[in-house]
C-alpha cells in the first residue's frame, strides 16, 4: 500500500480527470507508477471502464448515478 500522502494524490488527480481537468492518460501514469494498491486498482478499474450516460447501450440517469456513488466511494478510501 501506498503512503496516505501518495493515495491522496492520486485521488486528487481522479478528482480532477472526472472534472474534465486532466487527462485520462494523466491519470492512468499516475496510477499505473504505483506499487499493489487495492483501493488504488479499484478506482483506476472503475473510471477505465465508467459506462457512458444514455444513448445506446448507456446507462439510465439512475444507473449512472449508482455507478457515481461507487466512484465516490473509492474515492473517500483513497483519502482516509
Known sequence: MRNLTQRKEIARIARAYLAGDVSYERFATEACQCE?????????????????????????????????????????ALEE
Open 36 to 76: 499493489q494498491d487495492d483501493d488504488i486498482d479499484e478506482i483506476e478499474d472503475l473510471i477505465t471502464h465508467m459506462p457512458k450516460l444514455g444513448g445506446l447501450f448507456g446507462l439510465s440517469e439512475e444507473q449512472h448515478s449508482n455507478y457515481m456513488k461507487l466512484v465516490e466511494a473509492a474515492l473517500r
